[in-house]
């Protein structure tokens, strides 16, 4: 089969990461489409051929879009989309219909994957929506679509008859290693990507491991298979960038990077040994890590650690099923500062018994931890998770998906309405932004590390633009 895979234009003219766990706008990072690179080179492996427009990363409309469908005649056009620029994104599927009511399309969007009838209801142009991991899904349907019976596509939602209909469900990808390398050579450069400061270039995402079993009440992706890739595979992957592409930079993608110290020690070792000289940044959780294992991924070439921490106040962690301390957390912030990393972290402001003394707890926290950068959202009730449960019950009212975006707050807690979150975000934000400790300590860290020069001197423009012009809208 001819398909095109298509990364939507930039809503509004911001940037939009559409990206499993992580699938909003973002207004100072352009990431490429990783996702659709790992399907492309999953349907080259079975024949298929496969172009891809990544409207986003090299800022096309539309009318560009038209033009490519028009140029390719593609029997398939795969496409993601996200809750919050759901309507936006959904102009791709009528872009197509409109070129050829024949081509197929099909959607990718994971925030939205249990809720597919009310998705589908609102795209009558999206034929299938894939639901499950796409690793799996994506090439059964098209192996579908060639056989003729759509219906024996696994982990899709699909339309019969008139109604929504899902398959049986696909089951997931066991072995990560393997997996194909993604085909980058789909992509013109790797020239537009950057993640919150364009500094760094040439870079891009990867994921090293994919799923996390830990069970965190209000994420997405709690309680999905952990699968993990070698240091071999993410080696090879590395090594095939930097020669073709000089890469400078890279985010390990993966929910929890360190989940196995044994494999990141490994792939520290290795990393070091190729001497690969490219500067590499990770998630994890917080008692995760150790202080010589921080040094290590320092030595290899780890700048900076991101800690999703969600909250000064172990009443609410607990709350969360987080199975992390706020000493843990402070301990991680501590330790991964000595090891030179640079610490981002992420709060929730909203989540179940959240009130103004919480607030302040976290407040508090941030002062004294003072992270290299933090992120402060509130929280957002999505669709199959335990917090969606807890807030509206097993019968939940219709949800408005194009409002789930963790800059708005869409309900409150017992004690707090979503104003009152909204300005606890503010708050929060403003605290460390007025923080002179925060400067102080982030100048002293551009003294130590000179090579972080033009970074932070265009984060310190993206603050100033983001705080003062923007309200922290459509970013972090
Ligand atoms: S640790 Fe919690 S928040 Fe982080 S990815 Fe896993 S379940 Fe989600």
């Known amino acids: 089969m001819k398909v095109l895979l298509v990364n939507p234009p930039r809503f509004e003219g911001i940037p939009v990461i559409r990206e499993e766990r992580c ?4 207004r100072y990072s352009v990431m490429e489409p990783y996702s659709l690179l790992q399907i492309g080179a999953l349907l080259r492996r079975q024949g298929d051929e496969v172009a891809l427009m990544d409207m986003n990363g090299f800022d096309l409309g539309y009318e560009e879009l038209d033009a490519g469908v028009r140029e390719h005649r593609p029997d398939l056009v795969m496409f993601r989309f996200t809750p919050t620029t759901f ?5 791709t599927a009528s872009v197509v219909k409109a070129v050829d009511r024949g081509i197929v399309t099909a959607g990718i969007c994971w925030t939205l994957h249990t809720m597919p009838e009310a998705v589908m209801k609102d795209a009558p142009d999206m034929d299938h929506y894939i639901l499950q991991d796409y690793e799996a899904a994506a090439p059964l349907l098209v192996a579908a679509l060639r056989g003729g019976d759509v219906n024996g596509a696994p982990g899709i939602a699909t339309r019969l008859g008139g109604e929504i209909v899902r398959t049986a469900p696909a089951t997931p990808l066991k072995d990560y290693d393997s997996l194909p390398m993604p085909a980058y050579d789909l992509l013109p450069s790797l020239e537009p990507y950057f993640v919150t400061a364009p500094a760094g270039r040439p870079y891009t995402i990867m994921y090293t491991s994919k799923g996390c079993p830990f069970k965190c009440s209000f994420c997405t992706v709690a309680g999905t298979p952990l ?9 090879n992957e590395l090594k095939y960038l930097k020669g073709r592409y000089g890469l400078r930079t890279v985010s390990f993608y993966d929910e929890t990077f360190t989940f196995s110290r044994e494999r990141v020690v490994e792939l520290c070792r290795r990393m070091k040994d190729e001497d690969l000289n490219v500067r590499w940044y990770c998630n994890t959780r917080a008692q995760l890590v150790d202080p010589e294992l921080l040094r290590m991924m320092r030595a290899a070439g780890c700048r900076g650690v991101s800690f999703g921490i969600e909250s000064g106040s172990q009443r609410i962690l607990d709350s969360v099923e987080k199975r992390i301390t706020v000493e843990q957390g402070r301990q991680a912030i501590k330790w991964a500062k000595d090891a030179r990393l640079k610490t981002f972290c992420s709060f929730i402001l909203g989540l179940p018994g959240e009130d103004w003394s919480t607030v302040q707890d976290t407040l508090d926290f941030v002062k004294e931890a003072l992270p290299t950068s933090a992120q402060f959202n509130v929280a957002v009730p999505y669709p199959g998770t335990k917090l969606y449960q807890q807030v509206h019950g097993d019968n939940g009212p219709d949800v408005d998906f194009r ?24 708050m929060a934000y403003k605290a460390l932004y007025t923080s002179g400790r925060w400067w102080r300590a982030n100048i002293a860290h551009v003294a130590r590390e000179p090579a972080d020069l033009n970074l932070a001197f265009r984060y310190a423009l993206k603050i100033a633009n983001n705080y003062l012009l923007h309200g922290m809208k459509h970013a972090h």
């Open 87 to 91: 309507d936006w994104d959904m102009r």
């Open 23 to 26: 699938e909003i706008t973002e």
């Open 227 to 235: 699968r993990m890739r070698s240091a071999d595979s993410i080696l």
């Open 403 to 426: 409002r789930l975006y963790q800059d708005d707050a869409v309900v409150g807690t017992e004690h707090l309405t979503p104003e009152d979150l909204n300005k606890a975000r503010e």
